[in-house]
């Protein structure tokens, strides 16, 4: 299968496009720097034409309202040059428990994108993970002051970029879900306590004191970025990920 990764030379998409490849498939990467726009549509033509299915792997950058916009004329753009070229699967990454996290400007705009996507015209997955392992040290620099970095206790269950670019991959090399597959990492951590991990593990003079109203994560109500039980489970755990 023929395979246009939007978004393939990111994190997850650099990734996603070697496995594929790997498996024999041909799959190839699009982004600004291959001379692809999602928001003017530049590129967005040759990108889909010949291709089985599209995988968006495309990110807003920012966190804010202007997020909305983002995904919301990036699908609408995608959409349109995937019907046009009969593109017969269109693939997406959201985050588990979007929906259930209104007050913050970014999981609304995801939310959004998943709304666009299942309406749209073209048979879909949707493909929603737990936190990335990876953004652990990103999360402790945003409520960073001194030497002291405030975390909530909110509940994550972290997954490693691996295990997340592996089931984009699987996910897209099938047929469409028309709906959700939910990954997540093995283990639940309070979001104080994974900091506090991180910094044992990495120690850098910093350590963590627990405050429920710091940074992105305090908006989190319960345990909704964890696991739902259809689940699956990937497993690297953040223990052996850290060493």
Do not use: C
């Not at 996603?16 to 999602?38: C, F």
């Not at 984009?168 to 306590?193: K, M, T, Y």
């Not at 109203?213 to 739902?228: E, I, K, P, Y």
Request: net charge negative; hydrophobic share 45%.
């Amino acid at each position: 299968m023929r395979f246009a990764v939007i978004g393939g030379t990111g994190l997850i998409g650099s990734q996603v496009v070697r496995k594929l490849n790997a498996a024999g498939h041909e799959a190839v990467p699009h982004s600004q720097s291959t001379g692809v726009d999602i928001i003017s549509g530049q590129g967005l033509d040759e990108a889909a034409a010949g291709a089985d299915v599209v995988i968006n792997l495309t990110n807003s950058p920012t966190f804010d309202e202007a997020s909305l916009d983002f995904f919301r004329t990036s699908m609408d753009n995608l959409l349109a040059a995937a019907e046009k070229h009969g593109v017969r699967h269109f693939v997406i990454l959201s985050i588990v428990g979007v929906d259930q996290v209104p007050e913050l400007d970014y999981y609304r705009a995801k939310a959004l994108q998943e709304d666009i996507l299942a309406a749209g015209p073209v048979p879909y997955s949707i493909v929603r993970a737990t936190q990335f392992m990876e953004f652990m040290d990103a999360t402790l620099s945003w409520t960073t002051s001194g030497d002291t970095v405030r975390l909530p206790a909110t509940p994550l269950q972290p997954i490693a970029a691996e295990d997340v670019s592996d089931a984009v991959a699987e996910v897209a090399s099938g047929n469409p879900l028309q709906g959700i597959r939910n990954i997540a990492g093995p283990d639940v951590f309070p979001l104080d306590e994974l900091g506090r991990i991180t910094l044992a593990a990495h120690p850098d003079g910093r350590s963590v004191v627990t405050d429920n109203t710091a940074g992105l994560f305090a908006a989190v109500q319960g345990d909704v970025l964890t696991a739902r039980p259809d689940a699956h489970i990937a497993p690297t755990r953040y223990t052996d990920w850290l060493a």
